[in-house]
């Protein structure tokens, strides 16, 4: 089991024939994933690492009944690009681009609500099911492995360090999402824990989070209800107020998003607080033993 | 500069004149009546900087702008004043749209205690109400609110006016947050029924718009230090922060983990530089050239290569390593694609190389207090 994505998710990929969307096509088809078409308007017909491109998301989904998509296109074409994706049924649709303009973001988030589609990103590494089933985005495939765990992050490379170190420690890993470093994004903390809540194989979770917003409050308040444990680190502990660490929704401002605040929301949830990244793989086998004891 | 963008979509705002010389200020007071002489300078807190200056008559006028034309205002010559025409203010307001990150929406915040920062505002004074996409701010959300702050009943249209336009300049300037603090009514005591005005007005406008080079008329007003300026014009997220080792990694969440990990260990950062989740060498050479000017007492990199390749990044090194001979120590911890290769590299230079993140952090604080 997973979450999102699995060995049935069939994927589109927008914006194929450029240098990332090829490479990634290619890299993706390794991992696994069933990638079945893409799309680039202005050069339908050709192929991509033996994928056909479509003109249209409508054309790609009518003839090889694609589920899903991640695209590749730049930022200034992610709002269309999506739009279009959604409109073809697709779900999830995965963003990685950076640098989407937050309007672009909000519209793209109110289509998807009316249309009922899930979008993940932008600003997002994507989506990863180990054991060869599906990965949508651009994360190294090596550093998975399947298992009980899973992984919510808002970051990219800090995921890939804390789940490299979860499977360095045998912690395998149900499914591993990437929310994006956006302060508007689709699927956030809760959507993902519900989800992770329901999944037959996840065992425990990581939470991934860092300074600025109140995902992580908002996370708190439905983990209380969780039945599974939860470990969390949280990057920026020593971030100065009022800068923007990277990250567009990584600032503390006007009091709001601090380190502080959301540690304390998590570890009164009952969630485990990592201090570093290199704490977590410890603490989610701690956390997975007295789950089993207790059995 | 904001209320010039809501006076253009049709927010009554106070008239002024934007003035060069104190003459020209003498003449607007002549015109205008008693007014506000204002530096024009794109910083904050201009006017506890002795920026604002209130004048009565044509003579203060001409004496106010004499002495602000010229000052320097954190770091920025003035070089025109607005003079602006002072309201008669019966009661100051707050009405905002801004983003709800949380609901993914618009968000409009509207108050009865207007002329202080909103965060000084007690919540239950604080009236929030989220507007659905794509329909936009409705005239009845406008009315609700208007009730709700207790205006005068003739005032309700002039607010829900400003509210829709307000929400239009939102939409349209691709704006993170649009502000009236604060919107008063003035002008009461003249027989006729009050004037709403945005007596003051801010517009903050999402960086990704302006990068993608929508809004080419509106100004970028980034506060950054010159090395800030610098590492950011190679499109790198950098922030300069007090301490004294160089740090970059690549990706905002494990360069943040990164500063976290070296304070950990009683390390001082002194800055941040997420170098990329695909670091390319180009910009990561310059990146580092650069820090390395700064004469850190020690050098922290630490790359998680996805997709980046181990021995690129080794080779980028090395490279600045050559071009500026330096003496501090260097620690490296490059983990990813051709790992074996770009650490065997690094070894061959002298340059130590970890493949823990912890221990590179250790060993990079432990070098700054030689």
Redo the contacts between chains.
């Keep these: 089991m997973s979450i999102l994505v699995d060995e049935r998710t069939k994927v589109l990929v927008a914006g194929i024939t450029g240098r990332q969307g090829a490479?990634h096509t290619q890299?993706m088809l390794e991992f696994g994933t069933r990638v079945v078409c893409g799309v680039a308007p202005g050069r339908g017909g050709r192929e991509v690492s033996g994928v056909p491109v479509f003109e249209t998301a409508e054309d790609a989904v009518d003839k090889r009944g694609a589920t899903a998509a991640v695209l590749f296109v730049p930022?200034?074409a992610v709002r269309d690009s999506a739009c279009e994706a959604i409109d073809a049924g697709l779900s999830p649709v995965v963003i990685i681009a950076e640098?989407?303009?937050?309007?672009d973001?909000?519209?793209v988030?109110?289509f998807a609500a009316a249309r009922g589609a899930v979008v993940i990103g932008p600003n997002t590494?994507g989506i990863c099911t180990p054991g060869g089933k599906a990965k949508l985005g651009?994360?190294?495939g090596r550093?998975f492995h399947p298992g009980p765990v899973g992984v919510v992050?808002?970051?990219?490379?800090?995921?890939?360090?804390i789940v490299?170190s979860l499977t360095e420690d045998g912690l395998g890993q149900s499914t591993v999402v990437g929310m994006g470093?956006d302060?508007?994004?689709?699927l956030?903390f809760v959507e993902a824990l519900k989800r992770f809540a329901k999944d037959e194989e996840t065992r425990a979770v990581v939470l991934?989070g860092?300074?600025g917003?109140?995902?992580e409050e908002?996370a708190a308040e439905f983990i209380k209800g969780m039945d599974r444990p939860v470990v969390a680190?949280l990057?920026?502990?020593?971030?100065?107020p009022g800068?923007?660490?990277?990250?567009?929704?990584?600032i503390v401002e006007?009091?709001r998003g601090s380190f502080q605040s959301k540690r304390h929301a998590l570890e009164a949830a009952g969630v485990a607080v990592a201090?570093?990244?290199?704490d977590v793989a410890p603490l989610v086998r701690a956390a997975l033993l007295r789950g089993s004891g207790g059995a | 500069m904001a209320k010039e963008v809501l006076r253009r979509a049709g927010v009554p705002v106070p008239d002024g004149r934007l003035c060069r010389t104190p003459d020209e200020a003498a003449a607007a007071a002549a015109e205008l009546g008693p007014i506000a002489v204002k530096a024009q300078v794109l910083v904050g807190g201009r006017g506890r900087a002795g920026g604002i200056r209130i004048a009565e008559t044509p003579e203060e006028a001409r004496g106010a702008a004499a002495a602000i034309l010229g000052m320097d205002l954190k770091g920025h010559r003035v070089e025109t004043v607005y003079c602006e025409q002072r309201l008669e203010i019966d009661r100051e307001l707050y009405l905002a749209i801004t983003?709800d990150?949380?609901a993914?929406?618009?968000l409009l915040i509207a108050s009865a205690d207007g002329g202080v920062a909103i965060?000084e505002v007690p919540e239950k004074a604080i009236i929030r109400r989220m507007i659905?996409?794509?329909w936009g701010l409705q005239p009845f959300m406008a009315r609700q609110v208007a009730l709700r702050l207790g205006l005068p009943a003739e005032a309700h249209a002039a607010f829900s006016d400003i509210a829709g336009r307000l929400y239009a300049v939102f939409?349209e300037r691709?704006a993170?947050l649009v502000e009236c603090n604060p919107l008063v009514i003035c002008d009461s005591g003249r027989g006729a029924p009050g004037r709403l005005m945005a007596a003051d007005a801010r517009l903050n406008v999402?960086?990704?718009?302006l990068?993608?080079g929508?809004q080419p008329d509106l100004p970028h007003t980034e506060t950054a230090t010159d090395l800030e300026k610098r590492v950011r014009a190679l499109g790198l997220?950098f922030?300069e922060?007090d301490g004294d080792i160089a740090v970059m990694?690549?990706?905002?969440?494990?360069?943040?983990?990164t500063?976290?990990?070296l304070?950990?260990f009683g390390g001082r950062?002194m800055n941040?530089l997420?170098a990329g989740?695909?670091a390319s060498a180009g910009p990561t050479a310059e990146a580092l050239d650069i820090l390395l000017s700064t004469s850190p007492k020690a050098v922290l990199i630490n790359i998680?290569?996805?997709?980046t390749r181990c021995d690129e990044v080794a080779q980028a090194i090395i490279d600045v390593k050559q071009r500026r001979a330096f003496s501090m120590p260097l620690l490296v911890r490059l983990?990813?694609?051709n790992e074996q290769r770009g650490t065997e590299m690094l070894r061959a230079e002298g340059i130590a190389a970890f493949t823990?993140?912890?221990e590179a952090a250790r060993a990079a604080a432990e070098a700054s207090r030689r």
């Design positions: 490479f890299q930022a200034t640098h989407v303009p937050v309007h973001a909000m519209d988030m109110a590494y651009i994360p190294p550093i992050a808002r970051s990219g490379t800090l995921s890939y360090e490299a470093g302060p508007v994004v689709g956030g991934v860092e300074i917003g109140t995902a908002e680190y990057a920026g502990a020593t971030a100065p800068r923007r660490m990277g990250h567009a929704g990584a006007r009091g201090e570093m990244p290199w | 983003i990150h949380s993914r929406r618009p965060e659905d996409l794509p939409r691709d993170t999402d960086d990704d718009a990068g993608l929508r997220a922030v922060l990694a690549n990706g905002a969440g494990i360069t943040m983990a500063l976290d990990a304070q950990s950062p941040f997420d989740g695909g998680f290569g996805g997709i983990v990813g694609t823990s993140m912890r």
